[in-house]
């Protein structure tokens, strides 16, 4: 059996590293590469603050918000810095490339700055900081995926992974600072992601999550994102595929067919609205208007009946009327959706609309909106859950419960989180459970026996 790069002990020489890491599940999986760089370069992992040598932070950009609580850590930083002054902070991710030498400049205690295309080279800023000066590399690359580097699964449950397939976007979403800070769109050899997606099955994973800033946007040579899930599902029925996120120009009925026909692609999708206005669809730059997303919906509807649904949804964007506003609230009863991240409006610089757009909604207007958005979600999310009351599902088992030991929870197809009994079971089986009851968070299930 092929060995999947694990963390080393803790024993040894060895820097002790510490990363952090806040943002998109891109960024989750960028972190399990950083430190199997920073591990092939003598580095030893660690997940005790007061015992690292070196504290990578890898940020995020999305929302102003998201940046503030990231100048919050680094004030924490420099406090640790006080009592250990050969301590080093590095900044990665969005945030790096974004503010790029802002980061070092006026006392910010931070020592290594790097973008999100150049972790190959941490290990020699972690040097230069070490020798006294500063690190910085944020060159954005046209080509680099990382194909080759086996990341170090950092979450271990044991039972699903997150595989980065594509990265970058060429999309530009007027509100968007992604395309600035993860450059162009650059997919990854298929026959690679195939061998990581085998490698993890063998050693016990049941379930894969195939990831890109526009997955369904996966293209090279031949091999376009539906043939893609096809060779991953076929690897074996008992690994579930999973993607995110899509972009809804990009769900095509090619890849719903293929969806519908591996019963290992789970039946759920993520596909941002962002709006239901035709007039801020089109000021945002997403290409597509409010009834083709529509005909979307109804064509995932029509191959997978019981797919779930989620999005994104952005309150308060730039000259949003009340109009727009109720033409969101009335997408999202008309699509039902299961769930949501929901966000208002955060002007980033540089972007299209910082440039060309007043962000003319007052924060308090955009808050009451977000709360009617939360408000009507929270009432589709209840009436998604009880519809499935009633149904017998698939449960892959994750791990023990929260609330308590004699109780397992796992994720159904439609990924969505059931709470049952243990029984005989522990984390990576699959278990067929009844669905008896649910809050607005979780199913509560009992298990059958066929
Ligand atoms: N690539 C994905 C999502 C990336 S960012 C897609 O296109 O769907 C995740 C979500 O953050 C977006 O879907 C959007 O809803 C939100 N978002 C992005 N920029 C934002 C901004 N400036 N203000 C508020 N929300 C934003
Ligand atoms: Fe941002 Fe739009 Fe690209 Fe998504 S598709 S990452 S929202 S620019
Ligand atoms: Fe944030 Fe960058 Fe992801 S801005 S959402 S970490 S791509």
Redesign the pocket.
């Known amino acids: 059996m092929i060995e999947i790069n694990s963390l080393r002990p803790l024993t040894g020489e060895g820097k002790r590293l510490f990363i952090e890491t806040?943002?998109?599940?891109?960024?989750a999986g960028d972190s399990e590469i950083v430190v199997s760089i920073m591990q092939d370069n003598g580095y030893r992992y660690t997940e005790d603050v007061n015992e690292a040598d070196i504290i990578l932070i890898?940020?995020?950009?999305?929302r102003d918000n998201?940046e503030q609580r990231i100048w919050g850590r680094l004030s924490a930083m420099r406090q640790l810095k006080k009592r250990k002054p050969s301590l080093i902070v590095g900044v990665i991710?969005?945030?790096a490339e974004?503010l790029k030498e802002q980061l070092i400049e006026k006392g910010t205690g931070v020592d290594i700055v790097a973008g999100?295309d150049s972790y190959r080279s941490l290990p020699e800023l972690a040097r230069t900081a070490e020798d006294g000066s500063k690190g910085i590399n944020v060159e954005l690359s046209k080509e680099e995926t990382y194909a080759e580097i086996a990341p170090v699964r950092l979450d271990r449950n044991g039972v699903s992974a997150f595989i980065a397939i594509m990265r970058g976007c060429n999309n530009y979403c007027a509100y968007c600072?992604?395309p600035y800070?993860?450059g162009i769109e650059r997919s990854r050899d298929p026959q690679t992601i195939v061998a990581e997606a085998r490698t993890l099955f063998e050693n016990g994973y049941r379930e894969v999550t195939l990831l890109g800033?526009n997955v369904n946007s996966y293209s090279y040579g031949e091999v376009g994102f539906p043939e893609l899930m096809a060779m991953v599902a076929q690897i074996s029925p008992l690994l579930r595929v999973r993607f995110a996120t899509s972009h809804p120009k990009d769900i095509s009925d090619r890849l719903l067919e293929v969806m519908a026909s591996y019963d290992n692609i789970c039946k759920a999708i993520h596909l941002p609205a962002q709006s239901g206005s035709n007039e801020m669809l089109k000021k945002m730059n997403r290409k597509y208007t409010r009834e083709w997303y529509l005909e979307r919906i109804a064509a995932i509807r029509r191959y997978m009946p019981d797919c779930a649904i989620t999005t994104d949804l952005i309150a308060g964007f730039c000259g949003e009327t009340l109009e727009d506003h109720q033409a969101t609230l009335s997408l999202m009863r008309e699509v039902g959706y299961a769930s949501a991240f929901m966000f208002k409006y955060s002007e980033r610089p540089g972007t299209f609309s910082a440039r060309h757009f007043a962000d003319d909604i007052a924060d308090e207007e955009k808050t009451r909106r977000l709360n009617e958005i939360i408000a009507l979600q929270n009432q589709l999310s209840v009436e998604s859950n009880e519809a499935e009351v009633g149904l017998i599902r698939q449960v892959l088992v994750e791990g023990t419960s929260k609330r308590s030991e004699e109780q397992l929870c796992g994720r159904t197809s439609q990924n969505k989180m059931v709470v049952f009994d243990r029984g005989n079971h522990s984390a990576g089986d699959y278990v067929t459970v009844k669905i008896t009851g649910c809050s607005s968070a979780t199913l509560f299930g009992e298990e059958i026996f066929e």
């Open positions: 806040y943002g998109c599940q891109m960024n890898n940020t995020c950009s999305i998201a991710g969005c945030m974004r999100p600072v992604v800070t993860r800033q």
